[in-house]
């Protein structure tokens, strides 16, 4: 229901652009956001976006992130500039999706992309 691509090995001070599809019976998506986790620890936010294009980051990564969407693509976007070897994580997306008119919202994750910041 949703696929995640984009990542890879990026050197520091590097950028990327992760994107995010969703597919299936989709009649309405509401609020998209990332999220990554490194070995052994929980799953961190990153960064939210309404349908109507408002945006929440988490601290460690205001001014260096950008999240964006296409809502006629079913896309959420995630722009990583000041690539820093901290933010070497795999990156998932997530989505609450309406499949249908009258059905609830539905809370779907991406399989992630590995994101390596490294010389």
């Known amino acids: 229901q949703l696929q995640a691509s984009g990542g890879g090995l990026v050197q520091p001070g590097g950028s990327l652009r992760l994107s995010c599809e969703a597919s299936?019976?989709?009649?309405?998506?509401?609020?998209m956001d990332w999220h990554r986790q490194t070995p052994g620890n929980a799953r961190d936010f990153v960064a939210a976006?309404?349908?109507?294009?408002?945006?929440t980051y988490a601290d460690a990564v205001k001014g260096r992130f950008a999240i964006s969407r296409d809502n006629s693509k079913n896309t959420v976007y995630l722009t990583i500039n000041n690539l820093r070897p901290e933010d070497t994580a795999v990156y998932y997306c997530?989505?609450?999706?309406?499949?249908?008119?009258?059905?609830?919202?539905?809370?779907?994750w991406g399989q992630g992309t590995q994101v390596t910041v490294s010389s």
């Open positions: 299936g019976s989709i009649f309405s998506i509401g609020v």
């Open positions: 976006i309404t349908s109507s294009g408002a945006t």
């Open positions: 997530n989505a609450v999706i309406q499949p249908t008119s009258g059905s609830n919202y539905d809370d779907y």
